[in-house]
């Protein structure tokens, strides 16, 4: 890591001259440009007469001091749009839009212009010109024209847009960053906040914050066929990573190292980012739902350890959850409730077609849990309350891990997780035998015309397969490093 210098002019010339001559390297399979021209097209249909639609590209965030986070874009925007970079906005018309030269347009898009020394540090920017040319937008202009560009958004009817979250910071020395985009916009449209505007009228009649979301759920809830490709990629990369590492598993590996092993496997066939923070959880930890900190150093060969991680795939994620024992053996306890939590996840699977709802699959899979957990003793009746399964048991995914999406009825071509879990913190109010004991199973289910398809098959899901999985050698039991050791 080294810090910002001060580059002469001459140096700039040179540097733009690198970075036009040199295109950005990269895999073959993204989703084309006339994929996201149809998207917009689709939203244009749903849209309501005369209305705009108002997307802002995600903030830089920042990490600490002078370093940010890797960035990541907005889903609806990448959606709309293939654009991966900071400090853009579009616009999509409902119908045809006149400039002052008399040009008709339905889109625009304002973008970060190329910065050569810019570009040094931080990557290559497409520009204006690159987005025309790579993403087919016509109407693309550098972000600081956004401020002088003439449009009457008092005209319309509707102006669509999510509401801010006052999380942008401003670059003073840049007038064409999203913090100045959003203020801009603000002045153009009325908007006036008063820090906690979320929820409420606004003062303009014809601003609306709530009917955008709705339109991109009922679009990006049902996915295309050039998705569910990118989600089949991502789905099986995060399931192989699981299946590496049933093969690598051994009592006295870390949390951390079992994190690792997955990881590896998502950047070993090109997966851009986690689609989410990793979730690696041994013992009590596999209790704590969202368990991120992934710090115990050394697992017990007694205990069984949950890892829930997806692979982001150009932009697609998957989520899939293990659940297996750090010896490859269960317990007998261990297996009545891998075996029980196992036994809903199959019965509401099955359940998957289109016209089924979403509320009957997860009443089905509480309904089995709770049987099975009064006959094991664990609770007194299938009908007392406890907090042995405190969540849901579907979601959508796809551009987000709980992607947007109707939750009423399932539709042909919906992709969907179904993950029921148990979890037995120690402490609990039932036989200590028990505690400790947290298991989730997690798939990925693409809904089809009859019925469904497991996406998630290759990871093992049955507690001999898994079993059979641990016995079999890894390439890593022959890996070994030198002890980590302070000083000289």
């Known amino acids: 890591m080294i810090r910002t210098i001060k580059i002469n002019s001459i140096l700039i010339a040179l540097l733009s001259g690198f970075f036009v001559s040199h295109a950005q390297d990269k895999r073959d399979d993204y989703l084309p440009a006339d994929f996201h021209k149809d998207r ?22 920042n990490r600490a001091n002078d370093v940010d986070f ?22 999509i018309f409902k119908q045809d839009q006149t400039d002052e030269d008399g040009d008709k347009y339905n889109e625009i898009f304002f973008v970060q212009q190329k910065n050569p020394m810019a570009e040094m540090w931080t990557g290559r920017r497409m520009g204006d010109k690159g987005v025309k040319e790579e993403l087919k937008i016509e109407h693309a202009y550098n972000g600081s024209s956004f401020k002088d560009y003439n449009i009457d958004f008092g005209k319309f009817d509707k102006v669509m847009f999510y509401d801010f979250q006052n999380d942008v910071r401003d670059n003073p020395n840049d007038q064409s960053d999203l913090y100045s985009l959003i ?11 008063d820090g906690n505007t979320l929820g409420k009228e606004l003062p ?8 955008l979301n709705t339109l991109m759920a009922s679009l990006r809830g049902v996915k295309t066929p050039e998705e569910i490709e990118l989600l089949r990629k991502a789905v099986f990369i995060s399931t192989v990573g699981q299946v590496e590492v049933m093969k690598a598993m051994k009592p006295g590996m870390s949390e951390s190292e079992i ?18 923070p990793s979730i690696v959880g041994a013992g009590n930890n596999g209790c704590i739902l969202h368990y991120i900190e992934n710090e115990k150093p050394n697992i017990e060969s007694k205990e069984m350890i949950l890892m829930d991680l997806g692979a982001e795939y150009h932009g697609y994620t998957a989520d899939v959850t293990r659940t297996i024992p750090i010896d490859g053996e269960f317990s007998p306890e261990e297996k009545a409730i891998y075996d029980l939590v196992y036994k809903a996840q199959e019965a509401a699977i099955q359940m998957c077609k289109p016209g089924t709802t979403f509320q009957e699959i997860s009443a089905l899979a509480r309904k089995i849990i709770n049987e099975g957990l009064a006959e094991l003793g664990i609770i007194s009746s299938p009908t007392a309350q406890h907090m042995y399964y405190p969540h849901g048991l579907s979601h959508h995914i796809g551009l987000d891990v709980h992607d947007l999406g109707p939750y009423e009825v399932m539709q042909e071509n919906m992709a969907i997780t179904v993950e029921p879990g148990i979890y037995i913190p120690s402490g609990s109010k039932c036989d200590p035998k028990w505690w400790g004991i947290a298991v989730r199973i997690e798939d990925d289910v693409l809904i089809t015309k009859d019925g469904f398809e497991l996406l998630s098959s290759f990871a093992p899901r049955t507690t001999e397969a898994i079993e059979a999985m641990m016995k079999q050698p890894s390439p890593l039991d022959a890996f070994k490093l030198p002890e980590l050791k302070g000083g000289k």
């Open 40 to 61: 917009r097209e689709q939203l244009r249909k749903l849209m309501p007469n005369n209305s705009v639609a108002v997307f802002f590209a995600n903030p830089v965030r």
């Open 70 to 91: 890797v960035y990541h874009q907005d889903p609806n925007l990448y959606y709309l749009t293939g654009y991966k970079e900071p400090h853009a906005v579009l616009l």
């Open 183 to 193: 203020e801009q916009f603000k002045q153009k449209v009325g908007y006036v906040s």
């Open 204 to 211: 303009s009649k014809n601003l609306d914050i709530r009917e």
């Open 259 to 276: 994190q690792g092993i997955h990881e590896y496997v998502f950047k070993k066939y090109g997966s851009e980012y986690e689609g989410y």
